[in-house]
Nanobody, 128 residues
Framework: QVQLVESGGGLVQAGGSLTLSCAASGRTFSAFSTYIMGWFRQAPTKEREFVATIKWSSGNTYYADSVKGRFTISRDIAKNTVYLQMNSLKPEDTAIYSC??????????????????WGQGTQVTVSS
């Protein structure tokens, strides 16, 4: 089982930046290079939505249209950590952001139900 711990959320003004981190641990995570790790978010009264994901081995990245060009997902293999750099933040980016992991990449990487392990989430609030 993989354990995920997020950090880096907070309150920021519109136009500002934040970087979220998600540290992965667990014996199984170190054993496989096929994992993909994603960020999702859920705003009050809304469904959870895909933000970005990254293939652990290749570093290939995929983004939701709503964040493309503003957010960057990256990973540090040595630290087993994935990051979400968020720039030009908007009030509509306000949500609880959670990282998640699944064993293999497939074209439905945006589907949260296909991810096996989740972090506890971190609150991001963007004020106008």
């Amino acid at each position: 089982q993989v354990q995920l711990v997020e950090s880096g959320g907070g309150l920021v003004q519109a136009g500002g930046s934040l970087t979220l981190s998600c540290a992965a641990s667990g014996r199984t995570f170190s054993a496989f290079s096929t994992y993909i790790m994603g960020w999702f978010r859920q705003a009050p009264t809304k469904e959870r939505e895909f933000v970005a994901t990254i293939k652990w081995s290749s570093g290939n990245t995929y983004y939701a249209d709503s964040v493309k060009g503003r957010f960057t997902i990256s990973r540090d293999i040595a630290k087993n950590t994935v990051y979400l750099q968020m720039n030009s933040l908007k009030p509509e980016d306000t949500a609880i952001y959670s990282c998640a992991v699944r064993r293999y990449y497939s074209s439905n990487y945006y589907d949260s139900t296909t991810y096996n392990s989740w972090g506890q989430g971190t609150q991001v609030t963007v004020s106008s």
